[in-house]
């Protein structure tokens, strides 16, 4: 890799196994590549607040109060995790990132492009992969109270989004329906490859 690093995102339904696999991408990876695990909604002051007193709440915040907070909080995120870890030369892996925004926000109806004006200033990862798992799969995956955004509909939605930004070829699609072993060997095969060019 360059000495500036290399930064990634993880993709992926709530229930997808998205931060399992991104979590087990840093540890195969920590090694060979400095790799670092970090996730949106972030820990910072504005991510906080997100996973405090937003998410979980009985009603949805209006959609484009939703997508300011979630901008806010990437650029924050960016500024004070992100980029300093790309400076020291690792490769960031970040469960979540303004695909998620694109794809919960767009499918609630805004507009794809007003979301990513206000997203301008966030840094563009290098590329970003989709773990794509059925939405009737990844609800009955979830032990936990479901967030407002965790409904079989909303899901559907959402996964629309994503594949159309696979169909672009914006994000990297892996089966996410598979055993999570097959689904790590195949992220880990996929990212291996891509880390090629950084070399």
Not at 39 to 63: D, M, Q
Not at 111 to 123: D, F, G, H, P, R
Request: charged letters at 30%; aromatic letters at 8%; one cysteine or more.
């Amino acid at each position: 890799m360059g000495k500036n690093g290399v930064f990634i995102c993880i993709e992926g339904l709530d229930g997808s196994g998205k931060t399992t696999q991104a979590e087990l991408l840093t540890e195969r990876l920590y090694k060979s590549y400095n790799a670092v695990y970090t996730a949106e909604p972030s820990h910072g002051k504005t991510g906080t607040f997100i996973r405090e007193c937003c998410l979980y709440e009985e009603k949805r915040l209006p959609t484009a109060a939703e997508a300011l907070l979630f901008a806010a909080d990437r650029i924050e995120h960016g500024e004070n995790v992100i980029k300093p870890a790309l400076a020291e030369g690792k490769l960031v892996i970040c469960d979540r990132y303004i695909y998620s925004s694109l794809a919960y926000q767009g499918s609630a109806g805004l507009s794809l492009a007003w979301i990513k004006k206000i997203n301008s200033y966030a840094l563009k990862p290098d590329f970003a992969i989709f773990i794509d798992a059925s939405p009737e799969r990844v609800l009955e995956r979830l032990q936990r109270k479901k967030s407002v955004m965790e409904t079989l509909e909303i899901q559907k939605k959402v996964r629309e989004v994503y594949l159309k930004f696979v169909e672009k070829g914006e994000l990297i699609r892996i089966d996410g329906d598979k055993p999570k072993d097959a689904v790590t060997d195949a992220l880990c095969s996929k990212v291996l490859s891509l880390l090629k060019i950084f070399k």
